[in-house]
């Protein structure tokens, strides 16, 4: 059997005090097998750190990673219901690990993004005028769009990096899970059964796969979801270039249950990302008739989309994703609050790799080394419950958004040194660093003297204009 | 409108300078770069060629020493800059994310020395040929004595 089942020695004992008491343990061993359900960005990060981690102690393990879909397919069937922003900070992440993106798989690099708000807008653009965000169809593009072969999907291009590694990908759905002697057992929808050592749980929140745990694993409960909207828009690359530029563009607008909107350009193509409670037809009407919105695209005119969908996303931390030779990982598990979905997947994928290479796959093991960078976005998230509620005060009080819009606006122009309110909606709004960090960099001395300087500059002159708006700032 | 990340740079662009202080570590996405080291005594020799994948300008950020060479494109290249700050908190909170760059400097550092190597028995060969040279010249002379 290829599942170790150590029990107490005395050198185990010896062993035990220095690894932090560890006495008995289970782990994976030459030979052993790893069942991953669900070959999007946490399957498949998983499996290549697991197998590259392994590699790197001569452990000689198989993965099998079910993934039903195929990613070169157009529109739904090869779609992961994703706005599709790979983070700043991810892309260097990746880069560091040796993980370029090609430039098929980013459907636009985004080096810098607009902020909307009644008042007026800013842009912010990225440090040095890089592109260091990337814009990807996580399948290859709503059923509309020109085929460019499984090359131009992130998550298709994840599962060839993972295949290439080493896993073998098993394209059937999965109908059932059990356990045989005490190890995870997958059924799959011809009714093929295989035997794995440790099973890792991928598959996202809008997937069926997750309702096959309840009796399997009484201790999980699955995350808290909230709907969202997303669309995508078909406009000329002449259009794009003239209107939305190699920019993200975010709505600050005074919308009830409006949480926040983005459209995001990819290829030929406008994504629009909208969250918000109880999402429904009423609050997008609303919003795509704003005019903030309309003034983005040709002649104020929203056109039709092209593709749509209401997917759900993680907004509360699923309750115990471990257990004895199973893990949950990716939205499945915890993932970031609203934003960075992707960035979150890798880190957590990466903890539970490294958990079960160098520590193991017992319920302990995971509790001990994989829930705690778990915990760590689960707290952070809790920092961002806080932020979210500032930020939407200032979408609710107009005498915010104009101190807010002064001081981003004047710190772009200026060339300022120091950057407060600007890194502070950049990292918000992109992603690209944990919430606790965004709030840290708000509690610089420099950064409430400067707001409040800017709320009673921005509100005076305002008064003076008597009536008449800030000007674009872009 | 190019859908790669990061910044083009263009023909013989100097990206670092050998004895700055830098603030970034460089992932080449496309193009090539070579890395010269600059003599003392003027001129320079290169020392590596990079690629795409290749990462540089990581020694500086460890070391927070000055740029110990200097980096220039050999061809068009598209450069994805790593900011240290960033580069190091996530380092603090996952150690195992240098792992892939203390792979790359041991390689590094093998082809460095797999070319001082070559370097020295190029040298030695020289040495023995010009010995020869020389016995060779002087060989007649003696006989012809």
Redesign the interface.
Known sequence: MALVQRTARPSDNLAGYFAGGEASRLALSDGSRVGVIGGGPAGTFFTHFLLRLAAAVDLDVAVDIYEPRNFAYQGPAGCNHCGGIVSESLVQLLATEGINLPPSIVRRGIESYVLHMDIGNVRIETPLHEKRIAAVFRGNGPRVSEPIGASGSFDGYLLELAASSGAKVVRKLVNEISWDGGRPQVTSSDGATATYDLLAVAAGVNSQALQLFGEVAPQYHSPKTLKTFICEFKLSPEALDRHIGPSMHVFLLDIPRLEFAALIPKGEFLTLCLLGHDVDNALIDTFLSAPEVKACFPDGAVPSPVCHCFPRVNVVAAARPYGDRIVWIGDSGVARLYKDGIGSAYRVAKAAAKTVVHHGVADEDFRRHFWPACKRIDNDNSIAKVIFAVSGLIQKLRFLRRGVLRMTANEQRRQARRRHMSTVLWDLFTGSAPYREVLSRSFHPEFPAMLCWNLIAGNAVRARRNGSEEPSHE | ???????WYSKGHVVVRQGEYGEH?Y?V?EGELEVVKERKGGGEIQVAVLR??D?FGEMAILQKEVRSATVRTLTEARL????KK??MS?VHE?P??A???VRMMAQRIRSLNAKLGERRARVERRRVERRADRQRRQGPRRSGQ
Do not use: E
Not at chain 2, 80 to 83: A, C, K, R, S
């Open positions: 409108m190019s859908n790669g990340l990061g910044q570590i992932a996405q795409s994948g990462i994805l800059t790593i900011d960033t580069f996530r996952d195992s994310l792992f892939n760059i």
